[in-house]
C-alpha cells in the first residue's frame, strides 16, 4: 500500500527553524512531483512549496526566501528546511506526492510558531 509519513513538526520561537521530512512508501519515488502543503486554523490547505521532478521548485510567495523544498529520489524523501519562522506559519503541515492519476497525501505533521 502507498503511504507517506511526515516527521519534524513540533513547537518554535519566532525567528526560529525547522525541518520537515516526508517518507514515501509503496512508491516509485522518481518521476512523481512533491509538495508540502499547510493548513492553519480556519484557513484552506495551501500549497506551501512544490519540487518538480527534474528538480525546479516553487514557493508560495509568503515562504518565499525562508523555505526550502528538497528530494532524495534514492531515499524515497523529500524535506522542508523552514526557517526564520513567523507566528503565521502555524498549521497542520501536510507532504503530498502525485502525478497525473495519481495523487497521496502524508497524514500531517503540527507546526506550531509562538513565544
Known amino acids: 500500500q502507498v503511504h507517506l509519513v511526515e516527521s519534524g513538526g513540533g513547537l518554535v520561537q519566532p525567528g526560529g527553524s525547522l525541518r520537515l521530512s516526508c517518507a514515501a512508501y509503496?512508491?516509485?519515488?522518481?518521476?512523481?512531483?512533491m509538495g508540502w502543503y499547510r493548513q492553519a486554523p480556519g484557513k484552506q490547505r495551501e500549497l506551501v512549496a512544490h519540487?518538480?521532478?527534474?528538480?525546479?521548485?516553487d514557493y508560495a510567495d509568503s515562504v518565499k526566501g525562508r523555505f526550502t523544498i528538497s528530494k532524495d529520489n534514492a531515499k524515497n524523501t523529500f524535506d522542508l528546511q523552514m526557517g526564520s519562522l513567523k507566528r503565521e506559519d502555524t498549521g497542520v503541515y501536510y507532504c503530498?506526492?502525485?502525478?497525473?492519476?495519481?495523487?497521496?497525501w502524508g497524514q500531517g505533521t503540527q507546526v506550531t510558531v509562538s513565544s
Open positions: 509503496g512508491i516509485i519515488f522518481s518521476n512523481y512531483f
Open positions: 503530498n506526492v502525485y502525478k497525473l492519476g495519481f495523487n497521496y
Open positions: 519540487i518538480q521532478s527534474d528538480g525546479g521548485t
